[in-house]
Nanobody, 111 residues
């Protein structure tokens, strides 16, 4: 059964960095397209970044140049490195494999 577990969230100062991880199991990770989304309180869920099975990446304009998505197929894990964080980046960050969602990890950026 597919399973996604995010970790790495927490409190960070504006301008700081945070690295999120999404540990996966129950499916062929190396073939999967993996994405990060985020949802702020009272807002709709929004797409952040995607990485294909070949390592090709796509980013939302709001995070381009600040965030980097990567994957380690040996560890069945996808990462999101977030730099130059802003208070507007505060949200629950969720991992998605085009079928299921993780439970999310909270990132709070302090002004």
């Amino acid at each position: 059964q597919p399973h996604l577990v995010e970790s790495g969230g927490g409190l960070v100062q504006s301008g700081g960095s945070q690295r999120l991880s999404c540990q996966t199991s129950g499916f062929t990770f190396s073939r999967a397209v993996m994405s990060w989304y985020r949802q702020a309180p009272g807002e709709q869920r929004e797409w952040v970044a995607t990485i294909g099975s070949a390592g090709n990446t796509l980013y939302a304009d709001l995070v381009k140049g600040r965030f980097t998505i990567s994957r380690d197929n040996a560890k069945n894990t996808v990462y999101l490195q977030m730099n130059s964080l802003k208070p507007d980046d505060t949200a629950v960050y969720l991992c998605h494999n085009e079928i299921i969602w993780g439970q999310g990890t909270q990132v709070t950026v302090l002004a």
